[in-house]
């Protein structure tokens, strides 16, 4: 019954390789994010989309897509991984993209090598 | 430019006294703020609102204090139990915003 899943939860790969995240929510939330947990602990927003639009977009590489299918998925392509982008990214939801509650996936611990 | 700052990484306290948490913001413009707490490898877990209209906010043994002059809150518990020992974070937007800006987390260790 989770609320909002991810997969995979942890990802090792390669410098140069492309990857997915993928995220589901069941809450019937009309809005998803991707937020980056860095090393430093600093939790920022990526990405938020309402009803499969994106209406946030963050100073963020353009190798970050995300592609949102339909309202209760959101998932997170990144291409050519650098060392950088290793990191914790969660995925999260709210009822609707004006300021409401994130509710949070598990994360997906990426390590890049 | 980090709007919302965690300054104490860590807080130890023994079981059954109070835990504070604090929080600073720079915007003067944020009017709701949201506490988490995060387990190891889980994510953040909704934990307490309060918007700029009150200066308190309780929920069973959590209460959070807002003092906008200060660009301040506080979050705290009591009283403190070992479950409770996780990181937490807060979180600041404006009302008629569409983002959060987290800080950099708390970690709390309750202390049996």
């Known amino acids: 019954d989770t609320a909002v899943s991810q997969t995979p939860k942890y990802l090792v790969t390669q410098m140069g390789n492309d990857k997915s995240i993928k995220c589901e929510q069941n809450?019937?939330?009309?809005?998803m994010y991707w937020y980056k947990q860095d090393s430093k602990k600093f939790l920022k927003i990526m990405f938020s989309?309402?009803?499969?639009?994106?209406?946030i977009n963050e100073t963020v590489p353009n190798r970050f897509s995300p592609k949102s299918p339909d309202k209760a998925h959101l998932n997170l392509h990144i291409n050519s991984l650098e060392l950088g982008d290793s990191a914790v990214y969660f995925c999260?939801?709210?009822?609707?993209?004006?300021?409401?509650?994130?509710?949070f996936g598990p994360g997906t611990r990426l390590t890049v090598l | 430019d980090q709007q919302v700052k965690q300054n104490s990484p860590s807080l130890s306290v023994q079981e059954g006294r109070i835990s504070i948490l604090n929080c600073d913001y720079t915007?003067?413009?944020?009017?709701?703020f949201l506490w988490y707490k995060k387990y190891p490898a889980e994510g953040p877990t909704f934990l307490i609102s309060?918007?700029?209209?009150?200066d308190k906010n309780e929920d069973g043994r959590f209460t959070v204090f807002l003092n906008k002059s200060a660009k301040h809150l506080s979050l705290h518990i009591v009283p403190s139990q070992p479950g409770d020992s996780a990181v937490y974070f807060c979180?600041?937007?404006?009302?008629?915003?569409?983002?959060?800006?987290f800080g950099t987390g708390t970690s709390l260790t309750v202390i049996p």
């Open positions: 999260a939801s709210s009822q609707e993209w004006r300021t409401e509650v994130p509710f």
């Open positions: 809450l019937g939330h009309d809005t």
């Open positions: 989309y309402n009803n499969k639009e994106l209406i």
């Open positions: 915007n003067s413009m944020f009017d709701y």
């Open positions: 309060i918007s700029s209209i009150k």
């Open positions: 979180a600041a937007s404006l009302l008629t915003g569409n983002q959060f800006y």
